[in-house]
């Protein structure tokens, strides 16, 4: 039998390791983000540090940690926080792609290793927001003579 805390039992973001598991994984995933070419360049601030602590707090906070990330910026609303950005199927790999290596890195236990990246895969899936059969913006340029 395991002891609960007392209060109820941990959430996961105590089960993963509490806010440096969090710090940890997003200083991983964004050390990788700064030296990719596809990445690297959507991110508009010189300083990667600001898009760094954002994720670190939403992810902390989703998994159960401390409500900061929607006391700084408000309600999450990601998908639109992501539509300036152009996200088609191949930065979506890319991000899913560094944030394994991140993950990976963190030696989670299996299960919750498991977890967090069936949640990753569907929030990436959701962030896209260029579909693979959409025509190139010049096709669809009416003003273009
Ligand atoms: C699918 C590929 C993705 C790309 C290319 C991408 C790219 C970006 C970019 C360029 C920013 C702006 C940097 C900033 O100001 O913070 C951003 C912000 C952010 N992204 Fe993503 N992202 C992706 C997926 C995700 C996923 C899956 C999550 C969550 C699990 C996420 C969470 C966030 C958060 C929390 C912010 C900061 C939002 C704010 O408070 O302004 N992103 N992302």
Redesign the pocket.
């Known amino acids: 039998m395991t002891e609960d805390a007392p209060g109820g039992p941990a959430s996961p973001y105590d089960l993963f390791g509490g806010a440096a598991f969090f710090e940890s994984l997003v200083a991983a995933f964004y050390s990788r983000v700064g030296r990719d070419p596809i990445?690297r360049p959507?991110?508009p601030?010189e300083d990667l540090a600001?898009?760094q602590r954002?994720?670190t707090l939403?992810?902390g906070q989703y998994w159960g940690g401390p409500g900061t990330y929607s006391e700084e910026?408000g309600h999450?609303r990601?998908r639109m926080?992501?539509a300036d950005?152009a996200?088609d199927s191949v930065?979506?790999d890319r991000?899913l792609t560094l944030m394994h290596d991140a993950v990976v890195e963190q030696a989670l236990p299996e299960d919750s290793e498991r977890v967090l990246w069936q949640y990753?895969v569907g929030?990436?899936f959701a962030?896209?927001n260029i579909a693979d059969d959409a025509p190139p913006a010049h096709a669809i340029d009416v003003t273009e003579a």
Do not use: K, S, T
């Open positions: 990445l959507m991110y601030e600001g898009a954002r994720l939403f992810l910026r999450p990601l926080r992501h950005f996200i930065a979506r991000w990753l929030a990436a962030m896209q």
